[in-house]
């Protein structure tokens, strides 16, 4: 018997269900991802450690099942979201066939009032956490967002809030869709395979060149082309029959996409398939679920919006989950935070509806066009007028001082005990010697210390700093930090300062600092940390004063 799984054509009320299970995983991810603990997730980014710290969290407290699963997998909602925007996208086009212009216009007109308006709540919502209006860097990045191009802005695609990058990859996706179309058209099923090869191309040969220029291909279009050309496939036939192995292959790559980094930019599209699966499962079995399939239908509906309103919503959220620290209040919090963010993408949704009814007065085009006229000069008035202020935020650490948890320090004066490391005499930075790193060794003396060992009230942040020399052009080094988890003796994190040829003056002695912020989910006594200097390459490397700080704030004694 050969088994398989059927995707059938979507409906109008399905696509909405669709929307709506893709919207919560989205919102739940981007709560979850800031709750302590936060796992990690590769999303724009390949962690190899997130999978290791998801088991790790899970082992210590089953109850983290469901933050780790929307920590670390609900951001592949967007995955369903993509496909689905295509697929139905295609078939509207193919109805109408409409000019480029009317068509792009036409698709601007249905995205670009939620963002205006998501911006104009996000000034309010800032202001009533606050009190203060948003200072003029934080406009400027508001006008990058309102550009629809801040993907390609370096560093500027997630300002304001994280999911707003969604909007530019959207937009330039609606700008070149009717090419996608033509090739569909003249090609079939073929020239979508090609387009899927040259996405995956781009984003595997220009991932690490666009990251050292801080962009990223996966906030482009061109990052999403294989799950872009699905959904215009799926579009085209009634129904495709998905064989079990093919299920399972996807199935396989997803996961193995989260371990190996040579298998995570299959992984995307893995996960739209397996996502449009259970979904069509879940449509299959709707009578035995109403009053559920109707929430998330309902949720699905103002999809658009909550997705705008979302990311700034959850700032209050968060702090009152952390400083609970209790799974269970978490996840209350979170569907709490999801009631209080469909409430206020549905007023937004209400607020636009209201807006183009005032504008588009039955019979009277010049009427619609001042009252249009209006609302612009209003709007962009409003945002002018915040450019003549500039309302610093106030200094949260005022009543806070600096003090040092930990500090360690190897000036190589002496031999380290139990090491037979070389230490030079006519080459050194303070007193009367230094480290040599060379053919024999790469690794230096370093610190371990363990956090159940120091005071971590107020912790936040390691600093390592070393004074290097080389006269090598050629050599690397790297000062290295590591976090260990003690019970399961499983690395969490890795963290370095690369000193590469290009970055120093051989010759000369020269400083290097390298600062991590420990997130609050290691401030714990079950972890430990490693630091010491690496030389991964050829060359000689002279090293002095090694020194490893770990910073806190606390309250000034009265």
């Known amino acids: 018997m050969k088994f398989h799984f059927t995707i059938r054509s979507f409906s109008r009320e399905e696509t909405t269900f669709l929307k709506g299970i893709a919207i919560l995983l989205i919102v739940l991810h981007n709560y979850y991802r800031w709750v302590i603990p936060v796992t990690g997730e590769n999303e724009f980014w390949f962690n190899a ?28 909602g967007v995955q369903a979201f993509i496909v689905i925007s295509a697929y139905g996208l295609t078939l509207s086009y193919q109805k109408s066939h409409p000019p480029y212009g009317r068509f792009v216009l036409h698709r601007f007109n249905k995205l670009y009032p939620s963002l205006i308006l998501a911006g104009i709540g996000y000034i309010i919502f800032t202001l009533f956490i606050s009190g203060n209006l948003i200072g003029i860097n934080t406009l400027k990045d508001l006008g990058i967002q309102f550009t629809l191009f801040a993907n390609l802005v370096p560093g500027k695609a ?11 990859f959207i937009f330039q996706f609606y700008l070149i869709f009717p090419l996608l179309i033509w090739i569909h058209r003249k090609t079939g099923w073929i020239g979508l395979v090609g387009l899927v090869a040259i996405g995956y191309l781009f984003t595997i040969f220009l991932y690490q060149p666009m990251n050292q220029a801080n962009l990223n291909p996966y906030f482009t279009f061109m990052g999403h082309l294989p799950e872009l050309c699905l959904g215009i496939f799926l579009s085209s036939r009634e129904k495709v029959k998905l064989p079990w192995w093919a299920f399972l292959l996807a199935l396989g790559i997803l996961v193995g996409g989260n371990i190996f980094s040579w298998l995570w930019p299959f992984a995307n599209l ?52 952390n400083n609970l620290e209790n799974s269970i209040a978490s996840m209350l919090i979170g569907i709490l935070f999801v009631a209080v963010a469909c409430g206020v993408a549905l007023l937004l949704m209400h607020v636009e509806s209201a807006g183009r009814r005032w504008i588009g007065v039955p019979g009277n085009q010049h009427t619609s066009i001042s009252r249009f006229l209006f609302l612009v000069i209003l709007v962009a008035g409003g945002f002018a007028l915040l ?47 230094s480290l040599i790193l060379d053919s024999t060794r790469a690794f230096s003396p370093g610190f371990l210390v363990y956090l159940d060992s120091i005071n971590l ?33 499983i690395q969490v994190e890795w963290q370095s300062e690369y000193i590469k040829p290009g970055t120093y003056q051989p010759g000369k002695w020269f400083q290097r600092i390298f600062s991590y912020n420990i997130p609050a989910e290691f401030r714990r006594p079950n972890y430990y940390i490693r630091v010491f200097a690496w030389k991964p390459s050829e060359g000689t490397w002279f090293v002095d004063d090694l020194t490893m700080k770990v910073k806190a704030k606390r309250a000034i004694s009265d």
Do not use: C
């Open 49 to 76: 450690l997130a999978i290791n710290r998801s088991w790790i969290f899970l082992r210590n407290n089953p109850l983290e099942f469901f933050h780790v699963f929307f920590n670390f997998l609900g951001h592949y």
């Open 158 to 168: 997630m300002t304001i809030t994280g999911p707003w990058w969604f909007y530019s």
């Open 270 to 321: 893995a996960a739209a398939v397996i996502l449009v699966v259970s979904i069509q499962g879940m449509i299959r079995i709707k009578a035995r679920m109403k009053g559920l399939y109707a929430l998330i239908s309902a949720i699905g509906a103002i999809s658009m919006y909550l997705f705008a309103v979302h990311g700034f919503l959850r700032s209050p959220f968060l702090g009152l989950a």
């Open 387 to 433: 450019f003549f202020y500039d309302y610093r935020k106030q200094d949260e650490d005022k009543q806070l001082r600096e003090v040092l948890a930990y500090e360690g320090v190897h000036d190589f004066e002496n031999p380290i005990p139990g090491r037979w490391d070389l230490l030079a005499d006519s080459i050194v930075q303070s007193g009367g010697k």
């Open 457 to 489: 009230e107020g912790v936040y942040q390691l600093e390592v700093s070393s004074w290097l020399y080389t006269s090598d052009p050629a050599t690397s080094l790297h000062l290295v930090m590591e976090m260990w988890d003690n019970p399961s003796g």
